[in-house]
T-cell receptor, first 116, second 116 residues
Framework: DQQVKQNSPSLSVQEGRISILNCDYT??????FLWYKKYPAEGPTFLIS?????DKNEDGRFTVFLNKSAKHLSLHIVPSQPGDSAVYFC???????????????FGKGTHLIIQP | AAGVIQSPRHLIKEKRETATLKCYPI?????VYWYQQGPGQDPQFLIS???????DKGSIPDRFSAQQFSDYHSELNMSSLELGDSALYFC???????????????FGSGTRLTVV
């Protein structure tokens, strides 16, 4: 059962336009969400995160929006640049009582292609 | 800046053999996570360690075991290898105290294991 879903395997966006990557989740215990960017043959690179107590977090060209009632989050990249072409993973973490080093649950990723 | 170091980068083993993957976290990071990413799949959390103790367990097969040593490096031991174990194995590290501010685990570049 996929708890974190990225329903678009790929997305093509023209350079300079806005890229919107979507992610849905089912586990109500998730309280922290992250976006990772991954190039081939490299490990995922942390991009941006958001706590469940917020609905928006912005860092430069990257903004993540969280809609808790819909269990949906999205990553906006504006303006999109050729170097943004990569696979983007949405990930979530559940903070169990007492905290602890819990692993992340990843979505299957969306391959973003920025066209010149 | 020092990153998460994984060795070896590539490993080829035959069925039923054993393999040991190593992970050296970023200095001062006390938590290590192991993930497995099969071809075309999302990264799956295997296991994590905090201060040399197992802190969380995901979908790690019984044939696999792992530990964290006094210098915080970690080893993933895989026995009775099967063809389905062929995957990219990522290690990530974090510092517990930083998790409240930023859940951005830092990933290594991975070890590509091929079982033939």
């Amino acid at each position: 059962d996929q708890q974190v879903k990225q329903n678009s395997p790929s997305l093509s966006v023209q350079e300079g336009r806005i890229s919107i990557l979507n992610c849905d989740y089912t586990n109500s215990m998730f309280d922290y969400f992250l976006w990772y960017k991954k190039y081939p043959a490299e490990g995922p690179t942390f991009l941006i995160s958001i706590s469940s107590i917020k609905d928006k977090n912005e860092d430069g060209r990257f903004t993540v929006f969280l809609n808790k009632s819909a269990k949906h989050l999205s990553l906006h990249i504006v303006p999109s640049q050729p170097g943004d072409s990569a696979v983007y993973f949405c990930a979530a973490r559940a903070m169990y009582s007492g905290g602890g080093a819990d692993g992340l649950t990843f979505g299957k990723g969306t391959h973003l292609i920025i066209q010149p | 800046a020092a990153g998460v170091i994984q060795s070896p980068r590539h490993l080829i083993k035959e069925k039923r053999e054993t393999a040991t993957l190593k992970c050296y976290p970023i200095p001062r990071h006390d938590t290590v996570y192991w993930y497995q990413q099969g071809p075309g799949q999302d990264p799956q959390f295997l296991i994590s360690f905090y201060e040399k103790m197992q802190s969380d367990k995901g979908s790690i097969p019984d044939r696999f075991s792992a530990q964290q040593f006094s210098d915080y490096h970690s080893e993933l031991n895989m026995s009775s290898l099967e063809l389905g174990d062929s995957a990219l194995y990522f290690c990530a590290s974090s510092e517990q105290g930083s998790l409240i501010a930023n859940y951005g685990y830092t990933f290594g570049s991975g070890t590509r294991l091929t079982v033939v």
